[in-house]
């Protein structure tokens, strides 16, 4: 089925972003080499679903979109990495709380509109 490794992708994203806010901040600080590990596998599944996504809507309307809420998606967590290198992570900095809620919004609008136009393809 045409998508499926799209929607693949963007379930193990979700259950990485999950995973990452279950574990919690202080989590994060004290397991450094994980958290590294899980940055690199966010930034691995990118590709992957860069790939899987040009070949779901290339021929679609929905292309251009899709390559907008991705860049969008991609845009928050480059800034925030960037601004919040794992040993520079102060979980009582309100900036740092605030990225991460950043974060994890566009990550949830991407994944939403990515299962919704699937939906309607």
Known sequence: MIGTPLLEAVNLLETLHNNAARLGNDWLVKNRRQ???LRRKITALHAEISRAGDETF???PQYSEFRSQFSKLRSAIALHQ????IVAIDTENPEYLSSVQSTREASRQFITWVRQNFAGL
């Open 82 to 85: 960037a601004s919040w290198p």
């Open 58 to 60: 290339r021929d679609t």
């Open 35 to 37: 958290a590294v590990d």
